[in-house]
Each structure stands twice: as C-alpha cells, then as structure tokens.
C-alpha cells in the first residue's frame, strides 16, 4: 500500500515527514486535511489504529482549543471529535499510515517506527537537523 499522510503545507513537520517519505522512493496519498477534512468514520480509526487517546490527537498551538474550553475535562471523547469535525484545525498532524502502522508524526522522526530508515537514507530537516546520518 502507498503511504497515507494527513498534511499541512504550512507546518514544518508535516513537510519534512512528507520528504522522507518521498526519500524513501514512495508514492505517498497526500491528504491536506484542512482542505479535505477525514469522515469522522475515519477519523474514528486513525485515532484508535495510533494507539493515542482522542486528546493526544487534539492541537493546542495555533487552534481555537482554549477559545472552545477544551482543555476542560467535561468533553466527551465523542464531543471532541465533534469538534475536531467541525474545526479541522483541531487534528494534529501529520497522521502517517502505512501497512505497518498508524502514528502521529511528530516529532517527524516517529515515521521510523512505521517505515525503516534503511529505506529512508541519509535525511536532514528543513532547519538542518540531521534525522538519519550519512552512512561513512
């Protein structure tokens, strides 16, 4: 299966997870979930399949969280999706899914623990942290 990634072009770390997958010689689905926002179906499964907790998958920075009370422990599991349903912005990324798991990428170097480095190679971030070193 082609790797599955729910992007956003604007955040750093969705970029550079995007990268090494490309570097990776795949042919990524790039899904920018603020454009096309998952069903709460799938939503639903790449929460459970990431083995994190719906509030685990919530964003704080750069979000309407507080705006909305959510950090208040009275929402439901169901009344978070909710929201992260009508404010996409809510869904942390990038979600990364492959046929050996389901993780949140962040910070980008998780994506190892569901594709090998081997297949990777040598990978450097944007801002020039070394992820995987050059062989010698």
């Given at each position: 299966m082609n790797p599955i990634i729910y992007h956003n072009p604007k955040c750093g770390t969705s970029?550079?997870?995007?990268?090494?997958?490309?570097?990776?010689g795949t042919e990524p689905v790039v899904i920018e979930y603020l454009k096309t926002p998952p069903?709460?179906?799938?939503?639903?499964?790449?929460?459970?399949?990431?083995g994190l907790s719906v509030r685990e998958v919530l964003r704080k920075k750069g979000t309407p969280f507080e705006e909305l009370g959510l950090d208040d422990e009275k929402w439901?599991?169901?009344?978070?999706?909710?929201?992260?349903?009508?404010?996409?912005?809510?869904?942390?990324r990038p979600i990364v899914v492959t046929d050996k798991g389901t993780r949140?990428?962040?910070?980008?170097?998780v994506l190892l623990g569901i594709l090998s480095a081997d297949q990777i190679g040598a990978f450097t971030k944007e801002d020039g942290e070394v992820v995987i070193p050059a062989k010698t």
């Open positions: 970029r550079n997870t995007l990268a090494m997958l490309k570097q990776a069903s709460r179906e799938t939503l639903e499964k790449l929460i459970k399949d990431s439901t599991d169901d009344q978070l999706i909710d929201f992260m349903q009508e404010h996409p912005i809510l869904m942390n949140l990428c962040r910070p980008s170097d």
